[in-house]
């Protein structure tokens, strides 16, 4: 059983969606993404089922029936006020909740061997009848009979002082606190059945869809269709990568952006874009839950690749980015006290990385980028960075970011090869120069014959031997 996130109301912007009704279910279809095009679906899709049989309503669930499907839709709470439904009416939304998936290709539910012909909710569980009489009991997409049968449908409630009521498909409301009161037809064109109570309202199938029944302004009761939206993630697998690695690898201003809270973002793994479609990592698609500061890696297409911390998302792209506030450097040129990458954004990962440097290796600084200095979207920026620029053993200059913390100061001024020709000193001449070796050349030639004469008589001082004359003399 697949479980599907459902959205918040949205509009689809860059993606085309069309919901197609089938014998067993619907499926939403996007617009397929070409290879050199990266486009992120808002994912949204309303709900339809067709006409609906029979519905139930549960503590934060609803369940649909129609032919032999259930449709379960769970969590999720109504639009305040009625929405625009885009047909030139309006309608209340269920917003926030899950669809349950019984297969890869359609969003029902459970499939019986029968027409479901009731449906209700008892004690927590999801009970119906099939056109045989039989009871059933629905769980985890199982269904076992079960003496317990749902509550037989009504034909008519109270709502407050007003008695709601169908007669031959028509819907009726009196006000029974008037003594002269007389039935109303709140949607005399449209057909109902199956009335329930709600919340401050009821509920009611009308013209196979179903419907809110309220106190209105201008008659006694108002009616306004129930729509549901829902989200279908499974398209975080098929966003096309385009020209993202390619973009990644090009040096630009840095930028910020503030991600607003029920934004929807997908986890990427951008160690590997060499694929079709980004590989999408554990987190997957979701909304955020709160204003969320990222640095913005580069955007294409429809998208901005973003990074939160040490992950990296995509995201539909931002209308307003900040520009990062840079400051002076401490120091205009530094080497490496570690082996480091020069990125092309302040987010060290493969992607963005330009090249290696070895410790040691020498760069010049023109800006750096504090952390706690980007005001405006405090957090986007995990460490401070320099922009920096390498020069090759070619020749090749590389620009990008290394983290401040792997830098330190260097003096190039020792550097610039700039020697100059070297001062000869006055009266200078060729024969004093010749003069001057000659001399040099005969001081030697006597210090090294001095040297060798003292060497030659203190050895043969310690080699003379003692004659017998010598040997009479000391006694």
Not at 64 to 91: A, W
Not at 173 to 179: I, N, P, Q, R, Y
Not at 386 to 398: E, H, M, R, S, W
């Amino acid at each position: 059983m697949k479980r599907f996130a459902i959205a918040l109301l949205a509009a689809a912007t860059f993606t085309t969606c069309t919901v197609c009704a089938a014998a067993t279910g619907i499926k939403t279809q996007y617009a397929n993404a070409e290879e050199s095009q990266t486009i992120y679906p808002d994912f949204v899709s309303d709900l339809e089922t067709g006409d609906i049989d029979c519905y139930a309503v549960g503590e934060n669930e609803f369940a649909f029936s129609r032919d032999e499907y259930i449709f379960i839709y769970s969590g999720g709470s109504m639009s305040k006020t009625p929405q625009s439904d885009g047909q030139g009416g309006f309608s209340y939304y269920f917003e926030g909740g899950v669809m349950t998936n019984s297969t890869e290709d359609n969003i029902y539910a459970y499939r019986h061997t029968s027409t479901i012909v009731n449906l209700g909710y008892a004690e927590g569980s999801l009970l119906f009848t099939d056109a045989t009489g039989a009871d059933y009991s629905y769980s985890d997409g199982k269904a076992t009979q079960s003496e317990s049968a749902p509550a037989a449908q009504k034909e008519r409630i109270f709502y407050g002082d007003i008695l709601l009521y169908i007669a031959d498909g028509t819907l009726l409301a009196m006000d029974t606190s008037s003594a002269d009161s007389v039935p109303v037809k709140p949607a005399p064109d449209s057909t109902f059945s199956c009335l329930q109570e709600a919340v401050n309202g009821a509920y009611a199938i009308m013209d196979g869809g179903l419907c809110y029944i309220e106190r209105g302004t201008d008659s006694l009761v108002s009616v306004t269709p129930v729509k549901f939206r829902y989200t279908d993630v499974s398209h975080s697998e098929t966003i096309a990568t385009g020209d993202t690695a390619e973009l990644l690898k090009q040096t630009r201003d840095v930028t910020f952006t503030m991600l607003a809270s029920n934004k929807y973002v997908t986890e990427i793994d951008l160690s590997d874009l060499s694929g079709q479609y980004f590989k999408v990592a554990e987190g997957g698609t979701f909304r955020l839950e709160k204003d969320t500061p990222a640095l913005i890696l580069c955007t294409t297409g429809n998208a901005d690749i973003v990074a939160i911390g040490e992950k990296s998302y995509i995201t539909l792209k931002t209308d307003s980015p900040q520009t990062a506030i840079t400051t002076v450097p401490q120091f205009t040129g530094a080497q490496l006290n570690y082996a480091a990458g020069i990125y092309s954004s302040p987010y060290m990962c493969d992607a963005t990385e330009l090249i290696q440097l070895e410790p040691g290796a020498k760069v010049t600084v023109s800006e750096e980028i504090v952390a706690s200095q980007q005001t405006s979207v405090l957090g986007a920026l995990a460490a401070n960075f320099c922009k920096v620029t390498y020069t090759a053993a070619d020749g090749q200059q590389i620009e990008g970011y290394i983290a401040t913390s792997f830098l330190t100061a260097y003096d190039f001024s020792g550097e610039d090869g700039d020697f100059g020709e070297p001062q000869t000193p006055e009266n200078y001449s060729e024969d004093n120069v010749i003069l001057t070796v000659v001399l040099i050349i005969v001081i030697v030639v006597i210090v090294i014959a001095g040297v060798a004469y003292l060497a030659y008589s203190s050895g043969s001082g310690k080699n003379k031997k003692e004659t017998p004359a010598d040997e009479e003399k000391k006694g």
